[in-house]
């Protein structure tokens, strides 16, 4: 399928339109046969439900598609060959995509990695290794840009291949700061999707929206870090719902950052500590043998050959999510935090489990002299513990 520009314009106003959510906008489209068709027939249907709706102008949709053209982004609808089939075999696929960037790297098979923003010093270590390693053997990896995880995962496969999710609008990088990180994911050859309007600041409500592309978009989900009622177990809730496999790193019980993904290996996901944990898994359903690791520059890789269309996604998804109602683009985001001293930042990468001096200070972006007289005043303080190796863990 491939919409004309005129039926592109007709569906970003009916997505945009009060009260129309993705299962809605389908339920329209096929009761009158295109979404052109079911703008004219709402102000009846809403007339006749005694409640009025507000219907996206003609004008606000030209106006969001060429603030999207300016960013280089552009809307692609279900169906048409840009579209991730992954994506479009769930049940509250998005109508239409914002995307910025290759197109290819949604075709081939890919891996969300996701964890806390708050991460530990290890669990980055261990997410920039095990991201590093898929990435080698051929998958993409998805995630949602925020800090901690996410951000480590899309920094070790930018050469092999990344895709980021945002909250809001293109234009609306959450948090700012990843807006560099954003440039360098599109220079390298990956992709930004956005489902959210142009000019929409991330409110809490779309991170879980949010989390349910993520998930959507991947074979699997691995979840490194999370406390209970984390953002990430939504995310492996939302890829159970899709039919898809789910991985938790395993961490210390004495780690509040690790209660989360314990707790999922006990309901029954697959305990993640190495790469090949995961392949184990997914080679299977790929369909083939693993490509073999060990080359040293994944840019160096051959182009896999197979690709989403070539899996099968049977799987009956149940993800029920409500009809978002039309407003306009808030003025301010979410809160940024307060900047944090760098004493503050090594502990909180510091966790019950002994991690390296020398690979803390490269966490907290720290040279190692500072990080190393840091380091003696928690200890001076009973803020943490030395252990032999030089190695050190929270007290």
């Not at 969001?64 to 769930?90: D, H, K, N, S, W």
């Not at 951000?151 to 945002?166: D, F, I, M, N, Y």
Request: proline share 8%; aromatic share 4%; with cysteine.
């Amino acid at each position: 399928m491939q919409l004309s520009d005129a039926q592109r314009l007709d569906w970003l106003r009916l997505i945009r339109s009060e009260g129309v959510g993705p299962r809605t906008f389908r339920g329209l489209v096929n009761r009158f046969g295109g979404a052109g068709a079911a703008l004219k027939a709402l102000p009846d249907l809403a007339k006749a439900r005694g409640k009025p709706i507000r219907v996206a102008t003609k004008a606000e949709a030209e106006r969001e598609i060429a603030a999207a053209a300016r960013l280089g982004a552009r809307f692609v609808a279900m169906g048409e060959a840009e579209y991730p089939l992954p994506l479009q075999a769930t049940a509250d696929a998005p109508p239409l995509i914002g995307l910025r960037g290759d197109a290819a790297c949604l075709r081939r098979p890919a891996v969300a990695i996701v964890g806390s923003r708050n991460a530990s010093a290890a669990g980055l270590t261990f997410t920039e290794r095990l991201s590093h390693a898929l990435g080698h053997e051929g998958l993409v990896i998805v995630s949602g840009l925020a800090r901690g995880v996410d951000a480590r995962a899309h920094k070790a496969t930018l050469q092999s291949g990344t895709v980021a999710v945002l909250a809001g609008g293109h234009d609306r990088i959450y948090p700012s700061e990843h807006e560099e990180l954003v440039a360098r994911i599109l220079d390298s050859g990956g992709a930004i999707v956005a489902e959210m309007p142009m000019g929409w600041e991330p409110r809490g409500r779309d991170f879980p929206r949010r989390n349910r592309i993520i998930s959507g978009l991947s074979l699997g989900t691995i979840v490194v870090e999370a406390a209970r009622r984390s953002g990430s177990l939504i995310t492996a809730r939302f890829a159970l719902e899709q039919g898809r496999e789910v991985f938790a790193v395993p961490g210390s019980p004495l780690d509040p950052r690790a209660e989360g993904t314990n707790d999922l290996i006990r309901d029954g996901a697959t305990l993640c500590a190495a790469p090949e944990h995961v392949m184990a898994v997914l080679t299977p359903l790929i369909g083939g043998p693993a490509p073999e690791t060990g080359a040293e520059d994944a840019a160096d890789r051959a182009e896999p050959a197979l690709y989403w269309d070539e899996i099968d996604f049977s799987a009956e998804p149940v993800i029920a999510m409500a009809a978002e109602p039309a407003h306009p683009p808030f003025e301010e985001g979410p809160p940024q935090p307060a900047p944090r001293d760098d004493r503050t930042i090594l502990l909180e990468l510091l966790g019950p489990s002994p991690v390296p001096v020398d690979a803390l200070a490269r966490q907290a972006g720290l040279p190692a002299r500072v990080a190393q007289s840091l380091l003696m005043e928690l200890e001076l303080d009973g803020k943490i513990w030395r252990h032999p190796g030089g190695t050190v863990s929270l007290r």
